[in-house]
């Protein structure tokens, strides 16, 4: 946002679930007067029963980038940054069948047969997340390809990919921080208030890190204290994956921030770096 005021340009939000409407305090979305002062795009754009992919994404925000003179991708979802920049290759939709016969083996069965008929795609892929190896395996049943070999070539890449990284310690003590906010401003309401409008039907949404451990807690696996537990140490291994993600995918230039700077001297240095005035 500190750039953005300062470069007169407006953020896209590259986040999976912040384009649903109504999970909010889960996905740290911007806050209504936040979008006043500066406007957002692909925020609040599907309802939580809606499906909403990469491909949609795409699409959308490519629409919106040709209406602003100064936009700025901001987020942390790899898939979504993959098909905006490499787009989504000859991959074809989903089989029910065949996704169907995939769901019913084991994640270490499915691994082993990724491996075996894919290993560039095995090696790059989230190992933990099931639905990404049943797609990756799906397509490759359907095509008789390897998944890694129906990747469009790179497209326009923007000017400038900016990563801030910061020391694991404090980054670990400001998620665990973060996560104790989103339970005291009403997470377990939200969610609450979210299954009631479908989101236990939407799959990729109720996926969603923090709510997918608050729908466990509602269902009574697990007690509330437990819950945050949970969703602090799961948000610190995805933070962790997506700095390996990032590092190893996009040609980002990582830059050094201590967690003492403010926004607004985050923002001075990376204008007084790349000079964007």
Do not use: S, Y
């Given at each position: 946002m500190e750039l953005a005021k300062r470069l007169r340009g407006e953020i896209i939000s590259v986040d999976s679930m912040q384009v649903y409407r109504g999970m909010d305090i889960g996905t740290a979305k911007p806050s209504l007067d936040e979008r006043k002062e500066v406007r957002h795009h692909l925020i609040d754009v599907a309802d939580v029963a809606e499906s909403f992919d990469a491909a949609k994404f795409a699409q959308t925000a490519k629409a919106a980038e040709q209406q602003i003179n100064f936009p700025i991708f901001c987020g942390g979802t790899g898939l979504y940054f993959n098909a905006l920049l490499l787009g989504l290759g000859e991959a074809p939709a989903s089989d029910p069948e065949v996704r169907r016969e995939l769901e019913r083996k084991s994640l270490g069965e499915l691994l082993q047969e990724l491996s075996d008929k894919d290993p560039k795609r095995f090696a790059a892929i989230d190992r933990s997340n099931s639905r990404r190896v049943v797609r990756a395996l799906e397509v490759i049943r359907m095509t008789g390809k390897p998944f890694s070999e129906q990747r469009a070539e790179w497209k326009e890449i923007p000017e400038l990919i900016v990563g801030l990284e910061m020391e694991r310690a404090?980054?670990?003590?400001?998620?665990?921080?973060?996560?104790?906010?989103?339970?005291?401003?009403?997470?377990?309401?939200?969610?609450?208030?979210?299954?009631?409008?479908g989101l236990r039907e939407n799959r990729t949404a109720l996926q969603a890190l923090g709510y997918k451990q608050v729908v466990e807690h509602l269902d009574g696996v697990r007690g509330l204290a437990e819950t945050v537990d949970l969703v602090k140490m799961r948000t610190r291994q995805f933070a962790k994956r997506q700095m390996t993600w990032f590092k190893r995918q996009l040609p980002v230039q990582w830059i050094k921030i201590s967690p003492d700077e403010t926004a607004k001297e985050v923002a001075g240095r990376l204008i007084d770096i790349y000079k964007l005035v």
């Open positions: 404090a980054l670990c003590e400001r998620i665990d921080r973060r996560v104790d906010d989103m339970f005291r401003r009403g997470l377990v309401e939200e969610t609450q208030n979210l299954l009631k409008r």
